[in-house]
Each structure stands twice: as C-alpha cells, then as structure tokens.
C-alpha cells in the first residue's frame, strides 16, 4: 500500500513537472514570435523613412513616398515585386 502511495505521488509529481513545462515553453515560443514580428514591422519602418530620406519627425516626407510609389505603379512599375512590397508596407503601417 506504501509503495503504491509513493508510486502515484511520484507519478503526479511528473505530470505536474511536464504540464508546466509545456506551458512555460508555449508562453516562450509565443513571445519570441511576438518579438520577431515587432522586428519586422520596425525593419520595415525603417526601410520606408530611408527611402523617403525621412527623419524619424517627418513622417509625412514617408506618406509624400508612398503616395508616389503608389500612383507610379499604376503607370509603370509593373512588374517590379519590390515597388510592391513597399506599397505593401506603406499600406500596413499606415502611411497610405
């Protein structure tokens, strides 16, 4: 009977032990994720202010570029993925 009381202690102890490390892993995987998208969108917003030759004060130098890039895809960028992805990231950070 003793044995047995130890043996389902112990195995409590191991799931309480695993359940918690499942979760603290998934808290950490979610923050890194969460950090990398921060990181991106920063990445971004960097790459658009040097391109308009922006300071970090002058966002509407940013939106003057993007409203450009995008009245010059229309005409004639057409096929240049990068004028894309710019418009891209003007339009998901606002600027458009």
Do not use: H
């Not at 892993?25 to 960097?46: I, L, P, V, Y």
């Not at 010059?72 to 998901?92: F, H, M, P, Q, V």
């Amino acid at each position: 009977m003793a044995s047995g009381l130890k043996g389902l202690i112990a195995a409590t102890c191991i799931v309480i032990i695993a359940g918690g490390a499942y979760f603290g892993w998934n808290a950490f995987e979610k923050n890194q994720a969460t950090n990398r998208t921060a990181a991106s969108t920063e990445e971004a917003r960097k790459e658009l202010f040097d391109l308009a030759s922006a300071n970090d004060n002058e966002p509407e130098r940013v939106r003057t570029y993007c409203s450009l890039i995008n009245d010059e895809l229309g005409k004639r960028i057409t096929d240049n993925d990068y004028s894309r992805n710019i418009l891209r990231n003007c339009r998901a950070l606002g600027y458009l």
